[in-house]
């Protein structure tokens, strides 16, 4: 009997390769297989996204495929630092492509360090063939923690309209009753609040018109 293999035909590599860029970091490509994100993020430099489109033998049977480059992404911190944000440590993309959501967890807001964000891209955004992604928006935490690394992992669904985004180094709080048993200082009724740190949390976000909203 004859079986089907997995043949090399093409080697992709980053537009400014390096000792530790790690290239290939996150990998997402649309339902086609014509529009590629590669993420690199090499430790303490900010990370970026390539963009590739296929660009030969689209419309037919051949494996003979090829990519070009068409845009680097990158994101930035508050200050406007792009150093160790991790942007594009996680990776999500619709089935069709023109929505792209990029992660960046090591991203430091105005108050706290490693807070984390997302980015929203949409493909060719005006409608004018600009094969390209646009940033549509900016999405921080809706909880004020240090740490919390907001957008560490990322899904969507097919259509590009729902979205879950981990945070896995969140901390949340819990409840505690202290009984000293017989001795007179009794705090069985007093309760405690403790945290569980890097309990982790997701948090579900709903796009409406142009916009996600975070789920309450």
Avoid: C
Avoid at 27 to 32: G, I, S
Avoid at 58 to 83: K, P, R
Avoid at 98 to 107: D, E, K, N, R, S
């Amino acid at each position: 009997s004859t079986y089907s293999r997995w043949s090399q035909n093409l080697v992709i590599t980053s537009s400014d390769p390096g000792e530790g860029k790690r290239f290939g970091h996150r990998l997402e490509a649309n339902d086609n297989g014509d529009i590629l994100a590669v993420s690199s993020v090499a430790s303490g430099q900010a990370g970026k996204v390539e963009i590739f489109r296929r660009t030969s033998q689209s419309n037919d049977d051949s494996t003979n495929h090829s990519f070009t480059l068409v845009q680097t992404l990158e994101g930035t911190s508050a200050d406007g630092s792009s150093l160790n944000t991790k942007f594009g440590d996680s990776l999500t993309m619709s089935k069709d492509g023109i929505t792209l959501v990029v992660g960046a967890p090591g991203y430091d807001d105005s108050s706290q360090a490693d807070a984390g964000a997302i980015y929203y891209y949409k493909w060719d955004a005006d409608g004018d063939s600009t094969l390209a992604y646009t940033l549509q928006q900016t999405i921080t935490a809706p909880d004020t923690q240090i740490n919390m690394k907001f957008g560490s992992t990322l899904a969507i669904n097919q259509a590009g309209t729902r979205l879950v985004i981990g945070a896995e180094k969140f901390a949340n709080s819990r409840e505690m009753k202290l009984d000293w048993g017989e001795t007179t200082f009794d705090l069985q009724d007093t309760n405690i609040v403790d945290i569980n740190r890097e309990a982790g949390v997701v948090y579900a976000g709903t796009k409406y018109d142009t916009k996600f909203i975070i789920d309450e």
